[in-house]
């Protein structure tokens, strides 16, 4: 048994012990731990790692000394230990959880403002790749990705993983061309897996590349399943499945960056009913010690974002034309944060899913932010080398996403935690701080005009207070004052679009 | 007596008769002719134009000889009289009729393609602000202008109109400023207005302009009604109402370019109800023997487009992001061509509905006209004199109508009368002839792509046909040969906004 004696709160905490490799240790042999803090007492799973090493993950919610208690079905008798929780570094805040019903933040009570983006699957790429992708994560201000632990197989995406999930090999794929691969979506024959037996450096990879998001502040949103396909692995048996979503859970549930993700467009696997999805949900609300926060995304009907376990609603734009517009319905209806992981992809591919501008990407992203929505990125430009950042990552192409750092400022200055749209005309989106106490106190309100062109705009809130208002160019990246006003006033505008209008109490 | 012995098909014919000018001849007296040609028979009204006289007008719809019979309450006998109807001149197509459902044609079945304007008060301006309006219609595409009757009180409208409709003084408007003039809105107090004297000179000078644009081929789509009134036009009751419409009626329906708009936004004329609007059209119907297009336009709610009376939808949007893609829906609903009469002006001012770009703009005209509707344009721009199109005329200053006149062009060349919206991929409007039979024979798509970006898209129609294939760009106004194709083929595009592809069998 070798483990670490200390860990700070919110960090991993790992044991591993030596056992048996006979046999099938991912389905005939069990580990799992039970950890007892002054303030918490956890039951974790752990999990096979390969030759003969077992391993259980623990991440403490609190300071101070932990007792743990291992059991293992290849150990004789109970094993014992302890170790020391200390603070968290100072860009340690936790997970995020679902705060102020339709926002989130740090389990510490930091704000977490999400504009995310979509590489689906940067961790399978060259190692130059994911040191790229990283980079440019880090030079963005994108605090979350989603991205699936399947390799992805769809245009664009014919090449093979760096690694597969299962040990077997995968059918020969050198007939594949980009004329000729949607027959291979559904096709599974010449594929050779063993579904019960897991290829351990496939997770291990992963695990490192989500510490790597973790260290530099980014969300890890995983996605477990989806339709994009040519393994099999979207088509095993529920018991499959569900070795693997407790694979999963065992393996990644200590990243307090980790966010659950049950699909990709759920709505597109065939060979799932929602009968499977629920039964996915409930093994991770039964495994996941820490109550990572849940999801699971649509490609066209959107899941019952109502069920309990769904923290937070995972959407794919229904419509062509208006996608964040929509939020301020969503947040009526399930009552939940609202995540907009698919609004189109700023690019210029032939889909109409990847090709609009930046200017319509950064309005959407404004539209959402507004009324206390949560907008997600991607990039489809094509490339000669056929890398497009929306799957693969590497360098950012487009001119949306410095304007998301610029938002992500800017909600970063608000009152309070989260906005929600208040109807005041209807010629505007105005944001208002989702607590009424919090509104009251600052008088801040954030107008945004979209594609509207105004000159200028009239305000009146009262006859008592003194507002100071800035103007800020929303594409173009400036925040100019325009004067401190008390009563009915007007504010001048450039007529141009994509403008906000941001007021405060003096 | 005095009239024409000869008029072309579709002109105006006319008869002045001297009468009495004691007490109020436009309620005490009436006059009214039977016109029978050897293909019909026609009852018109006629109507006191001042100083004693009286006139009839007429509108022949066929050639060859027409005797008329003249009654009037102030003569003794009836007259009688014949005149000669010629062939219409080159540029007369008669006046225009639904056709195909959905669609309009002239009454000589050339089709007619309805791009229009909005400058509500135009023909109450200066005459030289007239004049340039009519040379910035003869140079623009429009072929429709919807203008109000009545003048108008709204912002940037605090002037006082050239001429009243009726007889009386109107309230001092020196106490209105822009910050003022809501104020006024409904209060009528200060007018003096006898609402049974019409001021004849008013009408005649409308009527001149309804020919001016007769004579550049727009047509007149004359408002009888709207909200925005500091004078009590709006507020009348019924029986003045009902004089208004008659006289109105017996004074312009010989004008083959006139349609009858009962209301601008109807639903904000708080005098008046559903029954009052259903009571003025009852009127129309029966008293304009030719049967001019009929419609009634919303500021929310629709009008119930579906009562029998209407003969199309005349629509403001109903939602700030979506108006031209909801063509389809109103289709559906009505089974009647949807005239957008409202979908926000191209523009600057401080109201979201006067200030959307040029590239919007064209892009709603696209949306809407690919799916077998016709889009309605106006100009709102700040000026230094408050002269905005969208009310006064003058001159065009925007980057939208130059590709209207662009539009109408690819308009008049599809084969057949009218195109309507075909579901076959979600990312693009697809249109086709409305005609089946057309689009059989001709193999016409017309794919548009709006604000998606595609390098190229893939086609596939059949293993037969050659299809001649043209990229054209909207917004630059450029129709390029992409080649010849059959079976599948793949069209490259420039990776921009408001791109569209014309396919027709080679």
């Avoid at 069990?30 to 007892?36: D, G, M, Q």
């Avoid at 860009?91 to 339709?102: C, L």
């Avoid at 208006?322 to 939940?336: D, F, G, P, T």
């Amino acid at each position: 048994m070798d483990y670490q004696t200390t860990v700070e709160k919110w960090g991993v905490w790992e044991v591993s012990c030596a056992g048996t490799a006979e046999g099938n240790p991912f389905t005939q042999q069990w580990i799992r731990a039970v950890f007892t803090g002054k303030s918490e007492t956890v039951e974790a799973d752990g999990f096979y790692d390969g030759d003969g090493i077992y391993k259980v993950r623990f991440m403490p919610s609190f300071t101070g000394e932990y007792r743990f208690c291992l059991r293992a079905s290849f150990l004789e008798q109970e094993q014992e230990g302890s170790f020391w929780v200390t603070e968290p570094a100072a860009d340690n805040h936790g997970p995020v959880r679902v705060a102020n019903t339709w926002h989130f933040a740090y389990e510490d009570g930091v704000p977490y403002y999400s504009v995310g983006t979509t590489c689906y699957v940067w961790e399978l790429q060259s190692d130059e790749r994911i040191a790229q992708t990283l980079a440019s994560l880090r030079e963005s201000g994108f605090n979350k990705i989603r991205f699936c632990i399947f390799p992805k197989h769809y245009d664009y995406n014919l090449g093979e993983p760096r690694s597969y999930p299962y040990e077997g090999t995968p059918m020969d794929s050198g007939v594949l061309t980009r004329e000729n691969f949607i027959q291979y979506t559904g096709k599974t024959q010449g594929n050779h897996w063993d579904f019960e037996r897991f290829c351990t450096a496939h997770f291990a990879h992963i695990e490192a590349c989500v510490e790597k998001l973790q260290g530099i502040g980014v969300e890890a949103d995983l996605i477990l399943m989806h339709p994009y396909d040519r393994w099999g692995f979207s088509q095993m048996n529920e018991a499959q499945d569900d070795l693997y979503i407790k694979y999963v859970v065992a393996r990644f549930a200590a990243y307090r960056n980790v966010w659950w993700s049950l699909a990709n467009e759920y709505d597109l696997m065939e060979h799932k009913s929602i009968r499977d999805w629920e039964r996915y949900a409930a093994i991770i609300c039964q495994k996941d010690p820490y109550r990572h926060l849940r999801s699971i995304h649509n490609c066209i009907a959107f899941y019952d974002h109502a069920r309990p376990w769904v923290t937070h609603c995972s959407i794919q734009r229904q419509d062509l034309y208006k996608s964040a517009e929509l939020v301020s319905e969503w947040r009526m209806r399930y009552r939940k944060p609202v995540v907009l992981d698919e609004i189109a992809y700023e690019g210029n591919i032939e889909h109409g899913w990847g090709n609009i501008t930046g200017e319509e990407m950064v309005r959407r992203f404004w539209e959402a932010a507004c009324r206390g929505g949560y907008p997600g990125h991607g990039e489809t430009f094509l490339a000669d080398d056929d890398v497009l950042w929306w799957s693969h990552g590497g360098v950012l192409h487009g001119e949306s996403w410095k304007r998301v750092r610029f938002l992500l400022r800017i909600l970063g200055e608000t009152p309070g935690l989260g906005l929600a749209e208040k109807h005041r005309s209807w010629d505007e989106v105005c944001a208002v701080p989702e607590s009424f106490t919090e509104a009251e106190r600052t008088g801040y309100h954030l107008f945004y005009y979209s594609f509207m062109r105004p000159s200028f705009r009239k305000f009146y809130f009262d006859d008592v207070y003194a507002y100071r208002v800035e103007v800020i160019d929303t594409w173009n990246m400036t925040i100019e004052e325009a004067g401190v006003f008390t009563g009915s006033f007007r504010v001048e505008l450039p007529g141009r679009q994509y403008m906000a209008v941001r007021v405060q109490k003096a």
